[in-house]
C-alpha cells in the first residue's frame, strides 16, 4: 500500500490539464482496490444526514459498494465557514480519488486547495458566477456537478409568501448571511419580486448564531410582516433556531429546504436536495471510470419540492389557499 501511495503522488506531481486528471486516476485505480472520496460538508453531520445517504444510496445503484470498492474521508465544518479551508486542505493532502464538495462554499473551499483533484457539485446555485466553472456545457478545470441554480425559484418563494399573507402584510424581511458565496445572486432576485409584489424590505444580516437570534427582536422593532430565510452553510445548520424564534415571534415565513418546514416552519420551496445528491453519484462514478470533469457538462435540477406545515398555518392564524394544496408536494398536518 505505501508502495501504490508513492506511486500515486508522483503521478499528481506530473499530472498537468484535465486530461492527466484523467490519466492519474486510471493509474491510481489500477493499483488500489478501494477508491477514496472526500466528503467535504459546511453543515454538522446531524443537519441533513439523509442527502449524504442519498448520495451513498446513488452509489449502490451504480453498482458500488462501501469499503469493497469505495471508502469516504469525511470532512464538516459544522457550520463555521472559517473552518472549510483546512478541511479541504486535508482531503487534498490525503490525495482522495474525488472530492464531493456538494454547496458553493465548500466546492469554492475544495477548488482553492486543488486544481488537479476533480470536484463534483450538488447544489451550487450558480457555478458560472461562483468561478468554479467556465460554462454549464463544458465547466473546464476540474469542477462538474449539478446547479439548483433556476431564475424562477426565488420569485416563487416570494410569490408564495404573498400569496399566504395577502394584502395584509407590507413589510418584508430577508435573514441572510452576507459571508455566503451563494446568496448575492439570490438576494437581488429576491428585492426584485418583493418590489414587484408591493413589500417593503429590509435585510437582516446573520454571521453566526448569536446574530440570528438577536435578529428577530429588531425585526419585530420594526413591524417585519413575513419573512424569507436565504440558504446557506450557517442558515440552514441552524434550521431548528430559526423556525423556533420565527414561531415565538409570529413571522410567516419561506424557507429555502423542506428540512426547516419539517422543523415546524410555514413552507418551502426548493430543488429536491436528496435528488442532486443521489445524482451526484453518477458524476462521481463517471469520474472514477476515467471521464475527464471539465468535459462532463454540470446539470440543472430537474425536480422541484413544494412543502406546506398546516399546523403551523393554523398556528399563525392563516389560511392556506386551495391552490397550496394544488401545487404542493408535500403537506404536513
Known amino acids: 500500500m505505501a508502495i501504490a501511495r508513492r506511486k500515486f503522488v508522483r503521478l499528481i506531481g506530473a499530472a498537468a490539464g484535465s486530461g492527466a486528471i484523467a490519466a492519474t486516476l486510471a493509474g ?8 477514496r472520496i472526500g466528503v467535504l460538508e459546511a453543515w454538522s453531520p446531524a443537519a441533513f444526514p439523509h442527502r449524504l ?5 446513488g452509489l449502490v445503484e451504480l453498482g458500488h459498494a462501501e469499503g469493497r470498492t469505495f471508502a469516504i474521508e469525511y470532512r464538516s465544518a459544522r457550520g463555521d465557514a472559517k473552518a ?10 490525503l490525495e482522495v480519488d474525488v472530492i464531493f464538495a456538494a454547496t458553493t462554499a465548500t466546492a469554492l473551499a475544495a477548488r482553492r486547495a486543488t486544481s488537479r483533484i476533480p470536484i463534483v457539485t450538488a447544489v451550487v446555485a450558480d457555478p458560472v458566477g461562483a468561478g468554479l466553472i467556465a460554462s454549464l456545457a463544458r465547466p473546464g478545470g476540474n469542477v462538474t456537478g449539478l446547479t439548483t441554480g433556476n431564475t424562477q425559484v426565488v420569485p416563487k418563494r416570494i410569490q408564495l409568501l404573498r400569496e399566504i399573507v395577502r394584502g395584509d402584510a407590507t413589510r418584508i424581511g430577508l435573514l441572510i448571511n452576507p459571508t455566503d458565496a451563494s446568496n448575492q445572486l439570490s438576494l437581488r432576485a429576491a428585492e426584485s419580486e418583493a ?4 413589500f417593503t424590505m429590509r435585510t437582516f444580516e446573520a454571521t453566526d448564531r448569536a446574530a440570528i437570534v438577536s435578529a ?5 422593532a420594526e413591524r417585519i410582516d413575513a419573512l424569507y430565510v436565504f440558504a446557506g452553510q450557517l442558515l440552514d445548520s441552524e434550521a431548528s433556531l430559526i423556525v423556533e424564534l420565527a414561531g415565538r415571534h409570529r413571522l ?11 422543523a415546524g416552519g410555514l413552507m418551502s420551496y426548493s430543488a429536491s436536495f436528496t435528488d442532486n445528491f443521489r445524482r451526484a453519484a453518477n458524476y462521481v462514478d463517471r469520474i472514477l471510470k476515467g471521464a475527464v470533469p471539465g468535459e462532463i457538462p454540470v446539470e440543472q435540477a430537474s425536480t422541484f419540492e413544494f412543502v406546506v406545515n398546516l ?11 386551495p391552490s397550496f394544496l394544488v401545487q404542493a408536494t408535500r403537506v404536513i398536518e
Open 311 to 321: 399546523r403551523t398555518a393554523k398556528a399563525l392564524g392563516l389560511k392556506v389557499p
Open 195 to 198: 418590489r414587484a409584489l408591493g
Open 252 to 262: 410567516p415565513a419561506v424557507y429555502s429546504a423542506p428540512e426547516f418546514v419539517e
Open 84 to 93: 472549510l479551508p483546512a478541511l479541504a486542505a486535508e482531503l487534498a493532502k
Open 28 to 35: 491510481a485505480r489500477a493499483e488500489t482496490g478501494i477508491r
Open 53 to 57: 445517504q442519498a448520495f451513498r444510496d
Open 216 to 220: 428577530f427582536p429588531r425585526m419585530m
